[in-house]
């Protein structure tokens, strides 16, 4: 158990998202919001209410969902497709694949509960390969944004981007770490804190421990830089491999497997590219167990401020 605790927020990652969505609702008309029957989970049910018209429950039918958001999206609406992440680009990968991402459709696929965030549910109800899925495809965006203001400003960025994207939503409540007025941007990375010595590229729900663990270790007198890559694809090939030149050292962090995810963009960015000593936080080709919430769960599986210092330190020594 890690003896380091963040500050969070009440209100949970999705429903910062909720919220967005139906307030971006309000003066688009084109947004329309499809949900498996998981409304009051993903928090699509603020759009439900207030745009009833424009909102479709379809039930437990993930891939009849798909299929149906490529049709509204043919007919020029901006369809928002939701329901829990594992479910998503699991179950209806196919038409993801063929319908989605194969056709260019201007469809928005929104993944709730994403990592191990639905801490009591199980490996059934965790997605800790989505990231994998969806980046492998074709013309897919992927996303992770990593508190609520940027889960928030992803909802205009995605219906503004012509075309395919995924994003994942944590059930959890998730630390602030952007400061005000910041407006996300598909394809960049922001550089929260300055360093020489090691960079620290995290994402989605990790990005809070990220911070924490930085702020620590620059009490030991290592300074870290400090990366907040929420697009897993494209990734910000250029500002990674600036880090790379600069501090020739990078430890990347995600609630998400090592394979495939952010782990796999940056160190095949920069094995083409820069090649760094790159040390990766995620799960490490394995099944969570549940936990007894979200933030344990974190912990037990690697996820700790701790494991980020401990590779931090192994990557400079590595470095040198």
């Keep these: 158990m890690s003896i380091y605790k963040m500050t969070l927020p009440v209100a949970p990652q999705r429903q910062a998202y909720g919220q967005a969505l139906a307030e971006y609702g ?28 424009r909102f479709f429950n379809m039930g437990v039918t993930e891939s009849s969902m798909v299929d149906v958001s490529v049709g509204l999206a043919l007919g020029g609406k901006i369809p928002f497709v939701n329901t829990f992440a594992a479910l998503l680009t699991l179950r209806a990968c196919e038409q993801i694949r063929t319908c989605v991402a194969y056709a260019n459709a201007n469809v928005k696929l929104v993944g709730g509960f994403a990592g191990i965030s639905d801490y009591k549910d199980g490996p059934t109800h965790f997605a800790v390969n989505d990231m994998a899925v969806m980046r492998s495809l074709p013309n897919m965006v992927v996303v992770s944004p990593a508190d609520n203001s940027e889960a928030a400003g992803m909802v205009a960025a995605l219906a503004e981007y012509p075309g395919p994207v995924y994003m994942r939503v944590s059930r959890a409540s998730v630390p602030d770490v952007f400061p005000a007025g910041y ?103 394995s099944f969570a167990r549940t936990g007894p919430d979200t933030e344990s769960l974190m912990d037990a599986c690697g996820l700790s401020v701790e494991d980020i210092m401990a590779a931090v330190k192994r990557v400079l020594l590595r470095k040198k």
């Design 26 to 53: 309000e003066t688009h008309p084109s947004v329309v919001v499809l949900d498996a029957d998981v409304s009051s989970s993903t928090l699509t049910s603020y759009f439900a209410k207030r745009h009833p018209a």
């Design 183 to 285: 407006v996300p941007q598909i394809g960049k990375g922001v550089v929260l804190l300055p360093g020489s010595d090691v960079s620290l590229v995290g994402t989605g729900a990790m990005l809070g421990r990220c911070q924490l663990a930085a702020e620590l270790l620059s009490k030991e007198n290592i300074s870290v830089r400090l990366i907040a890559m929420s697009t897993i694809k494209p990734i910000d090939s250029e500002l990674l491999c600036q880090a790379a030149l600069e501090t020739g050292a990078i430890v990347t962090a995600e609630d998400h497997s090592i394979i495939g995810g952010l782990a796999g963009a940056v160190a095949e960015c920069l094995a083409f590219n820069m090649p760094v000593p790159v040390e990766p936080i995620g799960l490490r080709d």
